[in-house]
């Protein structure tokens, strides 16, 4: 299946790749003259090429869905690669084998960096459709992502209608908020912070990198998860349980995740709006008359319930459903077998 053009920042077993060897237009009217597309399957095809469960993946996770949502897939669960065929694709401006800033250009023989065109969540959805298409897959059974990946979900039931039997749609909206966009351009504020972000290596920007994340963290998770997991037991006036955290988040993703990546991703998600161009968001969700299935998460600071309710509101055939949970935006990675009885439960009740 051939391999990415760039150095990946960690191993991942099972990755596959697909190169369309054609110029790949930008909805900004920029274009790629080319694009590698990394991704994972589990599972077999079937005769009628149906039988397709596909994941959309959130901001920094790669294709290798069943390591990183593992409550969810594997044999003998919901998503058993026995009876499903998985697909999961990484997404364009990732670092994780598809197409992004630290890829090689054709052109200059070095990698984008920070000539690597804007793109958004609608071109991101253009490469999985590429994928669909190279796979030779007739019809979508479940489209599911949580966060970022719910907005790709959303956008491909709109872009794909008909190939699409039904969509779950996890601590997810239908237009990226203020608020959101207000906390992704603080996190790359801290990017272009740090002098060498631009610079042409894969260690481009680590400092600030390690510092995004450490915000990010702040909307991810939630006051009483702090207070219970990072709270020090004895008194002291530094060297705090949380700080030590927040550090450490940031080093974890510093070693498996690209700056300049991270940028353009955040920029691609605050281009999310599935009514921009098309008479607003309500017109779409109501256009859209396939099973949906809503999941929101009570304690979410970064896309709260009202978000989901909304989307419940207006989807005409939607199934919504709060989990109670601590652990705020995360808690759609963390509350696995919540999740999985909401949705073993809904497809039930549509007949999946």
């Known amino acids: 299946m051939g391999k990415s053009n760039y150095n990946l920042p960690i191993e991942i077993e099972g990755l596959q790749f697909y190169h369309f060897d054609k110029t790949f237009l930008l909805e900004s009217g920029a274009s790629l003259p080319a694009l590698t597309i990394a991704y994972h399957t589990y599972g077999r095809l079937n005769a009628a090429k149906n039988n397709v469960i596909w994941v959309c993946h959130a901001l920094t996770a790669n294709s290798d869905v069943a390591d990183w949502w593992e409550g969810l897939f594997g ?5 058993d690669p026995e009876k499903h065929f998985i697909v999961c694709a990484n997404i364009l401006g990732s670092c994780y084998g598809t197409t992004g800033p630290r890829s090689i250009s054709l052109k200059t023989g070095v990698a984008y960096g920070k ?4 793109f958004t969540i609608r071109d991101i959805v ?3 459709e590429l994928l669909r298409q190279h796979l030779e897959i007739e ?3 479940l489209c599911i992502g949580g966060s970022c990946g719910g907005h790709q979900v959303m956008e491909m039931a709109y872009l794909f209608s008909g190939k699409i039997k039904s969509m779950a749609l996890l601590v997810s909206s239908a237009k990226e908020t203020a608020w959101a966009i207000g906390t992704h351009e603080a996190q790359r ?3 272009q912070a740090d002098p060498t972000w631009q610079d042409d290596a894969d260690v481009a920007g680590q400092n600030g990198l390690k510092a995004a994340r450490g915000m990010a963290l702040l909307t991810y998770r939630t006051f009483d998860s702090y207070k219970i997991r990072q709270t020090d037991a004895e008194e002291k006036t530094d060297g705090f349980r949380a700080a030590s955290y927040i550090r450490y ?5 510093m070693r498996r995740f690209y700056a300049q990546s991270y940028w353009y991703l955040t920029k691609a998600l605050d281009s999310h709006d599935i009514g921009r161009g098309r008479g607003g968001a309500e017109k779409v969700l109501q256009g859209m008359d396939i099973p949906a299935l809503i999941v929101a998460i009570d304690s979410d600071l970064l896309i709260p319930p009202v978000e989901q309710r909304f989307l419940a509101e207006h989807l005409p055939c939607s199934t919504y459903r709060e989990i109670e949970s601590a652990f705020g935006h995360d808690g759609f990675l963390v509350e696995t077998e919540k999740i999985r009885r ?3 439960g809904w497809r039930e009740a549509i007949g999946n």
């Open 75 to 79: 044999v003998g669960n919901i998503f």
């Open 115 to 118: 000539d690597f065109p804007l």
């Open 126 to 128: 253009q490469c999985h």
């Open 139 to 141: 019809e979508i059974e």
């Open 189 to 191: 504020m801290a990017i």
């Open 249 to 253: 988040q940031g080093l974890k993703l």
């Open 342 to 344: 909401a949705i073993k």
